[in-house]
């Protein structure tokens, strides 16, 4: 357990005296949201929520996709 404490207590130190690298983490915070949120909706929209009007048909689709 005291490792754990140490390591914890490293780790909250080195993050409170960083200058430059709370910048850096800003930068790779806002470019995971824009790979994760913005490219997802613009590259994978929901086709079978938009093609399908319920669940029974959507499954029916993926099942002759997959049989194909």
Same mark, same amino acid.
Request: aromatic share 16%; proline share 1%; charged share 30%.
């Given at each position: 357990? +005291?490792? %754990?404490?140490?390591?914890?207590? @490293?780790?909250?130190?080195? @993050?409170? +005296?960083?200058?430059?690298?709370?910048?850096?983490?800003? /930068?790779? %915070? /806002?470019?995971?949201? /824009? $790979? $994760?949120?913005? /490219?997802?909706?613009?590259?994978?929209?929901?086709?079978?929520?938009? !093609?399908?009007?319920? !669940?029974? !048909?959507?499954? +029916?689709?993926?099942?002759? +996709? %997959?049989?194909?």
């Amino acid at each position: 357990m +005291e490792t %754990l404490n140490k390591i914890w207590v @490293f780790y909250r130190d080195g @993050f409170r +005296e960083m200058t430059v690298g709370k910048t850096l983490w800003a /930068i790779i %915070l /806002i470019k995971l949201f /824009i $790979f $994760f949120v913005v /490219i997802k909706l613009l590259f994978f929209p929901n086709l079978l929520s938009r !093609d399908y009007d319920n !669940d029974q !048909d959507r499954a +029916e689709h993926v099942r002759k +996709e %997959l049989t194909k």
